[in-house]
C-alpha cells in the first residue's frame, strides 16, 4: 500500500501562494484519482480538490476554493501538487492528500466518502501576517 507524503507547507502573508506537494511511495497512477483535503483546528476535514491520475486528467473543485487552487500532476516525478492562492488566515489549516476512487464533481460533494488507504501526516500552513 502506497505511503502518502505531503510537504510544501509554511508561513505565508495573506495574499500570498504556496505550492503543496504529494507523493507516495507507488505510483500515483496505482490510484484512479488523487485527492487533496484540509483540516482547520477544531473544524472536520474537507475536500478541496481532486484529479483523475488514471483516465483524463480531469480536476474538479470545492466551491470554497474554486479559482485559488490549482491541483496538477507530474506524472515524470509521481507527485500531485495544490497551489494556493490569495491566502487568507481562513485557509489556516493542515493540509491533506489521498488516493481516491472515484473523482468527479459529484463526488466532491462529500470527498471524504471515495478516500481509500491511509492518511498522511499532512502538511501545516499557517496564513498569518
Known amino acids: 500500500q502506497s505511503q502518502i507524503v505531503e510537504s510544501g507547507g509554511g508561513l505565508v502573508q495573506p495574499g500570498g501562494s504556496l505550492r503543496l506537494s504529494c507523493s507516495g511511495s507507488?505510483?500515483?497512477?496505482?490510484?484512479?484519482?488523487i485527492g487533496w483535503f484540509r483540516q482547520a483546528p477544531g473544524k472536520e476535514r474537507k475536500g478541496l480538490s481532486c484529479?483523475?491520475?488514471?483516465?483524463?486528467?480531469?480536476?474538479y473543485y470545492a466551491d470554497s476554493v474554486s479559482g485559488r487552487v490549482t491541483i496538477s500532476t507530474d506524472g515524470a516525478s509521481n507527485r500531485v501538487y495544490l497551489e494556493l492562492s490569495s491566502l487568507e488566515p481562513a485557509d489556516t489549516a493542515v493540509y491533506y492528500c489521498?488516493?481516491?476512487?472515484?473523482?468527479?464533481?459529484?463526488?466532491?460533494?462529500?470527498?471524504?466518502?471515495?478516500?481509500?488507504?491511509?492518511w498522511g501526516q499532512g502538511t501545516q500552513v499557517t496564513v498569518s501576517s
Open positions: 507507488g505510483s500515483t497512477s496505482d490510484y484512479a484519482a
Open positions: 484529479i483523475n491520475v488514471r483516465s483524463d486528467g480531469s480536476t
Open positions: 489521498a488516493a481516491l476512487g472515484y473523482c468527479s464533481r459529484l463526488a466532491m460533494r462529500n470527498l471524504l466518502e471515495w478516500v481509500v488507504g491511509s
